[in-house]
C-alpha cells in the first residue's frame, strides 16, 4: 500500500472548534463521517474543492490545514525521475555537438 503523502491538522481543528464531531464537519462539507475519518487518518487525500471547503469552515488557509511532504526511497533519497536528456555545445560552423545523458 502507497502511503499517502498529504497530511493534515484536521483532527486537531475540529477539537479546537467547539470540539466539532467528525459528523457536523463532514455536513457541512458535504461528505459522509467516514471521508472525514478516512482523512484525518491519513487513509485518504480530499479533492481541491473539498480540500477548499474544509479550510472555509475553519477560516483557514490550505496550507494551515494540509501539508505535503516530499516522497522518498526507502535509502532516504529523494526519489528521481527518470528522464532523458540532451545537452548540446555550439562547435564551430554553427552545428552543435548533442550528447544524450
Known amino acids: 500500500m502507497q ?3 498529504i497530511t493534515n491538522s484536521i483532527r486537531t481543528l475540529r477539537f479546537l472548534n467547539n470540539e466539532m464531531t467528525q459528523q457536523d464537519l463532514a455536513e457541512k ?3 459522509t ?4 475519518m478516512s482523512m484525518e487518518k491519513g487513509k485518504y487525500s ?3 474543492e473539498l480540500a477548499f471547503k474544509i479550510a472555509e469552515v475553519f477560516n ?3 496550507a494551515d490545514i494540509f501539508t505535503y511532504k516530499k516522497q522518498e526511497n526507502k ?3 529523494k526519489v528521481r525521475f527518470k528522464k532523458q536528456y540532451t545537452l548540446c555545445w555550439p562547435v564551430l560552423f554553427n552545428t552543435h555537438y548533442c550528447r544524450y545523458i
Open 60 to 62: 483557514k488557509n490550505l
Open 3 to 5: 502511503e499517502n503523502n
Open 75 to 77: 535509502k532516504g533519497l
Open 29 to 31: 462539507v458535504g461528505v
Open 46 to 48: 480530499p479533492t481541491l
Open 33 to 36: 463521517r467516514q471521508t472525514i
